[in-house]
């Protein structure tokens, strides 16, 4: 690719999609979709049946005491208000309190009025509104037993409010483990679709080094090749036809390439055969390739042992990509191409005597996609690459790639 800087990933940059984002990925209970409306009636009316007692014991009191069966029927009609729960979490609780307050405290019998302000107070803590749950509490305390001791005037009859109280307060203690679980429930979630999503760009940026590495290099020959083949059609027809063969021989290999990459992606089930990935041994091929188009190039293998396929591949990958850029933009006529083996280490290095990087580059900066590319494989292996310019003008490429692959560099 040329060694042009990569543009600024700034408003002409490719949107993320929506689904791809992390809270996207996995919905939990708690996250802000609406449930289903069975579920939403199901406190309501759990709330209303379980206080048909209290109303059938207050109707049959209703001669004596008239004012506890009106109470009863508020607390019965404030079960429904449960229904507004989900999107006014606080004021449901408020409403609820002022409605279940009367029956609470003047009722007798089982405080079966108190089931709509639980479910309402465990509801707004669950949903983020501790603070309308706790002031309501705090009014509860004192507006009940207040009433308790005017509608009575009876001391005794402030107990009854102060115990509710303290079972709601207990009940704010469950909707903050409700809560707890829930938060802990979404950021495991999180955790889950961030290493997915890491995994995939990881593996999208693996298929996209694999298919510029390989259609970069075998299109750049083709070029050249084709280029030689027209200069060379009129006076030397023979040449042209050396310029043909090669241009068959690479599209050939190219393609076989492009099928090992494309039948990765479709899988054990797919048709497509995967080549070998190319190694050190297809190096001299590569070379041999560029010297046929014109190109002097020295090429020195003194590696003494037997580098992991990764790194072999990398290697090849290095070499491959530097070759293209010098063929395309270098103008050089000579390349040195090196592999040593020191302290650990394997160091390729490939120099060439052409124009270097453009002028707008300077040393330390390794623009375009062909050098993040080559960047990219040294590092991902725990090396090092850089480039620079040798006395005498040129390029010269470095790179460094541990002897030892990381996994067990860390382990030991």
């Not at 501790?130 to 005037?153: E, K, Q, S």
Request: aromatic share 6%.
């Amino acid at each position: 690719m040329p060694w042009t800087p990569p543009a600024d990933r700034g408003e002409g940059a490719r949107p993320m999609s929506a689904p791809t984002g992390p809270e996207n990925w996995m919905r939990g209970p708690w996250s802000e979709r609406t449930p289903p409306h069975g579920v939403r009636w199901f406190a309501a009316v759990l709330a209303a049946v379980l206080q048909l007692p209290a109303i059938a014991i207050a109707g049959s009191n209703a001669a004596a005491d008239p004012l506890a069966l009106g109470f009863a029927l508020l607390a019965f009609a404030a079960s429904f208000v449960l229904l507004l729960a989900r999107r006014h979490p606080g004021l449901t609780v408020v409403v609820i309190a002022a409605l279940c307050a009367p029956a609470i405290a003047i009722t007798t019998g089982p405080p079966f009025s108190v089931v709509p302000l639980a479910f309402a107070v465990v509801s707004a803590v669950v949903r983020g509104a501790r603070v309308w749950a706790w002031w309501t509490l705090a009014g509860f305390a004192v507006v009940g037993p207040a009433a308790a001791y005017l509608l009575r005037g009876n001391p005794a009859a402030m107990i009854r409010p102060l115990i509710v109280a303290l079972i709601l307060c207990l009940l704010v203690g469950v909707g903050e483990a409700l809560r707890n679980r829930g938060e802990r429930y979404r950021e495991v979630a999180r955790s889950i679709a961030a290493r997915r999503e890491a995994a995939a760009e990881a593996e999208r940026l693996r298929i996209a080094r694999e298919l510029h590495d390989v259609l970069a290099h075998s299109l750049s020959q083709i070029s050249v090749q084709a280029g030689v083949g027209l200069h060379l059609f009129d006076s030397r027809p023979e040449k042209a036809r050396e310029s043909l063969e090669a241009i068959k021989t690479t599209s050939s290999q190219a393609l076989e390439e492009v099928r090992g990459v494309l039948g990765f992606l479709r899988g054990p089930d797919g048709y497509a055969e995967r080549s070998p990935e190319p190694d050190l041994a297809r190096i001299p091929v590569l070379v041999e390739t560029y010297q046929r188009a014109g190109l002097r190039i020295d090429y020195a293998n003194r590696i003494a042992s037997t580098p992991s396929a990764a790194a072999q591949l990398a290697l090849y990958r290095i070499v491959q990509e530097s070759l293209t850029n010098i063929g395309r933009h270098a103008q050089a006529s000579r390349v040195d191409i090196h592999l040593d083996e020191a302290d650990g280490w394997y160091v390729l290095t490939v120099q060439d005597d052409g124009r270097g990087l453009p002028a707008a580059s300077g040393p330390g900066d390794d623009g375009g996609k062909g050098m993040l590319g080559m960047r990219e494989r040294a590092e991902l292996l725990g090396g090092r690459f850089e480039t620079r310019t040798p006395d005498g003008g040129g390029l010269l490429v470095e790179a460094r790639i541990p002897a030892t692959p990381a996994a067990e560099a860390v382990g030991s």
